[in-house]
Each structure stands twice: as C-alpha cells, then as structure tokens.
C-alpha cells in the first residue's frame, strides 16, 4: 500500500498512464474492432455478407475502401482516454484501498472497474457501433438522430448487456496479467506478450454478451427498431442463426484484443513503473 500522501499521487499516475495506453492501442486494432461489429450486426441467411475476418477486409476494402474500416474512430479516439483513464484509475484506487496481494483481490479490483467502466463506456459504444454500422453518417448526425428520437434515453441501448460484460472481462483481464506476469513485470517483452492474453481471455469469457450488446445498439430506431432489449435480442438472434451467431466475429476480436492489449498494458505498465 502506498502512504496517504502519496495516494492522490499514484491515482493521478494510474489515469495518465491508462490514457496513454489507450491511445496507443486504439490506432493499432481499430479496423479488427469495425470487422466485429460489422460481422455481429449484420443479417443473417441468404443476406449475410460477412464470412470471416480477412474476407471481411477484402469485400469492405474493394467495395469502399480501406479507410471505411476506420469508420467511426472519432468517436473512441475522443474518449479513449476517459475509458481508459476511468478503467486503470479505478482499478488503482481500490488496489490501494482494498489490497492487490492475491488474484482473488486482483479480480475483485478489476471488476470493481468493470463494473465503473460500464456508465463510461455504454453511451460512447451506442455513437460508435451506429457510425461502423452507418459508414456516410457522421457524428453529428448519429447523436442528433439518437436525441430526436429517443432523447438523453437513447445513449442508454444496450447497457444492461455492457453492465453483464464490463465486470467479468476485466476481472478476466487484470487477474489473467498479473497470474502471467508475477515476478516478470521488468521482462518488457513477456509483459507485451502477457497483455495481448490477457486480452483474450477478457473476451472468451464475454462475446456472447458482446454480440448481443452490438445488436441492440447497432439496432434501428423507433419504427425501424427489431429488438425492444437484450433479451428479446437473444430470443431473436438466436432462433435466427442458432448459437453459434454469438461468437460470429470472434476471429477478428481475437486478433485485435490481442494487438491492442498488448499495447496498451505494456505502456500502461511501464508507465507505472515510475510510481
């Protein structure tokens, strides 16, 4: 535990270095996290597009372009640092307050932020899906549609299914690091390694919730909504596509959550090494 005087400290290190992650993981799995979205939200049958991660690439890339991949980054790239700042920064709080000597205390922490994360992330999710989903739609336009319709209530689709995934993956996420990385946190290349896993499991355990998240706010809007939440989501989906449509994408996510993690607890960790 850190002394008192330090605490305020160390907290304001664990946001900066948060930030500093994110940002650098956001650039380097963007295009992976379009693929997910556009492969989970899609229709299904005779009208599914999408197959697979690479061929995904290849049709969205030949038939709009690369750079639609990175459709919709404003968005995170804006708040990147508040998720992350909000993530790393809670998750220290209450590894000072609570205790962090054992992975039980480790996973308590991380769901804990997971669970703060959720308020943060929910509303920003909502814009972001829309403009992956919507590639001519910009910003503006979204928000604005989103208020004219369904009013402030509007960025709250789909948070019932964040707030069943924001806890277990960072529970997953921060135990998963620290099991790898004990006594192995001055070994930079092993910690890049560990981050990247660690990414992983944080959506093994997750992607069903995922996949059910990205339907309901990738979802139209007044008459043109097909879902009225995410249980009737499930019901729907499923009955649809069978189960397997809720790990459709998860190639894609795997690629990136391990690029992106990788980044991000690297830098976050060797940021921390200062405190």
């Given at each position: 535990k850190y002394p008192e005087q330090q605490f305020w400290t160390v907290m304001a290190l664990d946001f900066l270095a948060g930030s500093c992650g994110g940002s650098a993981g956001i650039f380097t799995g963007y295009p992976f996290d379009t693929v997910k979205?556009?492969?989970?939200t899609q229709e299904t049958?005779?009208?599914?597009?999408?197959f697979s991660t690479f061929q995904t690439i290849r049709r969205v890339s030949t038939e709009e372009g690369f750079l639609r991949l990175y459709r919709g980054l404003s968005t995170p790239l804006c708040t990147v640092a508040l998720t992350n700042a909000v993530t790393f920064g809670v998750y220290g709080m209450a590894a000072r307050r609570w205790g962090n000597s054992s992975v039980a205390d480790v996973a308590r922490n991380g769901a804990f932020a997971g669970l703060v994360r959720s308020f943060v992330i929910s509303p920003i999710e909502v814009v972001k899906i829309q403009q992956q989903i919507h590639p001519s739609r910009g910003l503006r336009d979204i928000a604005r549609e989103v208020?004219?319709?369904a009013g402030w209530k509007g960025f709250t689709r789909g948070f019932t299914a964040t707030l069943t995934r924001e806890p277990v993956a960072f529970c997953c996420y921060f135990s998963s690091f620290e099991i790898l990385t004990k006594g192995q946190k001055d070994n930079n290349l092993w910690v890049f390694f560990a981050g990247g896993i660690a990414g992983i499991c944080s959506w093994v355990t997750t992607y069903p919730q995922d996949v059910i998240k990205?339907?309901?706010?990738g979802d139209g809007w007044g008459t043109k909504a097909r879902y009225s939440g995410p249980l009737h989501c499930l019901k729907v989906t499923v009955e649809q596509a069978g189960l397997s449509v809720l790990y459709r994408g998860f190639g894609s996510t795997t690629y990136r959550a391990f690029i992106v993690n990788a980044v991000i607890l690297c830098v976050y960790n060797s940021i921390m090494k200062w405190a």
């Open positions: 979205v556009l492969m989970q049958g005779k009208n599914q597009k999408y208020m004219n319709v990205s339907r309901v706010q």
